[in-house]
Each structure stands twice: as C-alpha cells, then as structure tokens.
C-alpha cells in the first residue's frame, strides 16, 4: 500500500469528508445526528429531574432498537432497519464511525457507493437477524429474552470490513506495534474474537457482529462484483447469461485461440511502460495526495503492486 504524501492534517481531512456529499459520509452524518439527537434528549431528561422524561427515553430506544422477542418485533417491525443507527455510548458510536470510516474508504476505491449502501443494510439486516435466530434458539438466552434489545451500527461496519477485506486481501494497512498487515487477516481476526467472546456481557452484540461479517463474505463470494463497474454490468442473472452466451458463439466448443509468445524485447518494453505509468502516478500522488488519484489510477497501482 502506497501511502498519501501530502501533509496530515486531520481537521482539513475531515472537513473535505464531510462536505464530499458521498454515501459513506452521509452514513455517518446520519449515525452521528442520531445520537446527538439522543443525547441532548438524554441530558435534558437528567437536569429537570424527571421521571417521565427518563421513561419516555427509554421507551423511544426500546422502540427504535430490534428486539430479541418475536412478541415483541411484531410490533415494531421498522426496528430491524432504525437499530444500525442507534447508538446511545460514546465509545460505542466512536470506534463503530472510525471502523466504518477506514474500510469503507477502501471499499469505495474498489466497488461502488451503491454497493457499499447495499452491504450497510444488508449487513445490519443480517446481524438482527443473528440475534434473534439466536436468543430464540439457544436455551441459555431464555430468561433474557423479553428484555433485550440490540443497538448499533456493528454489525454494518463488519459486513463492510468483510467484505472489502475479502475482495482485496492484499490491501495493506500499516498497524501500530504490529507493522504492515493485510486487511484480511484483521476481518479474520475480529471474526475469531466475536466468537470467542459471545459467552461474555455482550452475546447479543457478538452474534450480531458475526451475522454481519458471513453477509459480507457471502456478498463477495457469491454476488461477486468481479470488478469494478460489476453491480451495474454484471449484477443480474441474465447479463450473466447473456455474456456467457457471448463468450461461447465468440468461441465455439473445438475452437482453439492462440496467442503468439511475448519476446523478450517486447516484454521489457511492457515493463518500462508500466514503469513510466507508475512513475507518472506516483508524481500526482505527491503533489495532490493519493485521493487525487482516480479509481482506475488506484486499481492499477494495487495490480502493479502485486507483481513485485
């Protein structure tokens, strides 16, 4: 991974984030107006003293968050979507925004905004439905069931972390204390720690997590966005069939197409114009930063990696 030369500057960044109007801002705009919304509710309840604004407060994210009984989420049905933006802890919403800020951030330099919406959603879906599935089959969440309720936005970022990881497991990240480390190893390690920790305080939200990273996975694996414009050329059934039917009249069965092998000339010529594209590239990164960079720039700088 190449990393951004211009200066750091975490004010100037994080005000370009939030004024570029893409899906991933707009996700954590949306997570963080919630919970400032809950909060001032919170502390307004706290300094007049009263106890119906406190039950009122209560009532309203019980309401908004899923529950793990079916009794219940007959009811509230919508909760299975206003869940993955309620967040009521600081650190909660905290870390959930910066996990979701860095990998989606690399999602985006490989797949599409839509795309990224899509496995939000999904994986937030997928995670409710983990707990619940969950609190309503194992017999030791039986005499917890009729209070519990799930919250936050987890189980979409691991969903996201998932499946970019799995997408690009060669992407690097440089950790500290640890150095350089591919992003698929960090997905797999969080999978592992969910898991082992579901015997904790926390079962609900580990299970949720874990329905979250499975949909991630399986959204690559089996949709698989096989490139970048995949989800709008390639993402239905029929445009499947209908390039396979291409590809067999193009090359019938018996037909065999041969390439003539490169010479040893023409490959160091390949060679050096890669090498002048990578040098032009690497020039606009240290005048404009690597988000300077185009998406097909990017692509081509992460497959040029790969060959040394």
Do not use: C
Request: aromatic content about 16%; cysteine-free; hydrophobic content about 50%.
């Amino acid at each position: 991974m190449i990393m951004n030369q211009s200066p750091f500057n975490p004010l100037s960044d994080a005000r370009n984030f939030f004024r570029s109007k893409s899906a991933l801002s707009y996700l954590v705009i949306i997570n963080i107006l919630v919970w400032i919304l809950f909060q001032v509710f919170r502390v307004m309840a706290f300094l007049f003293d009263d106890p119906e604004s406190s039950t009122a407060f209560t009532t309203v994210v019980n309401y908004l968050a899923v529950p793990a009984s079916l009794s219940t989420l007959i009811y509230q049905p919508w909760s299975l979507f206003t869940y993955m933006f309620l967040h009521i802890g600081i650190w909660h919403i905290l870390f959930n925004m910066l996990w979701l800020f860095w990998f989606g951030r690399i999602f985006l330099e490989y797949l599409t905004e839509k795309q990224m919406v899509w496995v939000y959603i999904l994986g937030g879906l997928a995670g409710a439905a983990a707990y619940i599935i969950a609190f309503n089959v194992f017999p030791v969440f039986a005499p917890q069931i009729g209070g519990s309720y799930a919250m936050g936005a987890s189980a979409s970022v691991m969903a996201i972390v998932t499946a970019i990881a799995f997408y690009v497991p060669n992407y690097t990240l440089y950790l500290l204390f640890l150095g350089r480390v591919k992003i698929v190893y960090i997905a797999i390690a969080l999978f592992v720690l969910d898991f082992f920790t579901i015997p904790g305080d926390n079962a609900g939200g580990q299970i949720a997590h874990i329905g979250g990273a499975l949909l991630g996975y399986l959204f690559i694996k089996f949709i698989r966005p096989s490139s970048i414009t995949s989800y709008r050329t390639k993402g239905s059934f029929l445009s499947w069939i209908t390039q396979l039917v291409t590809l067999r009249k193009n090359n019938p069965p018996g037909k065999r197409t041969t390439r003539r092998p490169v010479t040893d000339e023409e490959f160091n010529q390949q060679k050096v114009q890669q090498q002048k594209r990578i040098d032009l590239i690497l020039e606009k990164i240290s005048k404009g930063g690597y988000d300077s960079l185009t998406r097909e720039e990017k692509e081509f700088l992460f497959k040029s990696s790969g060959k040394y």
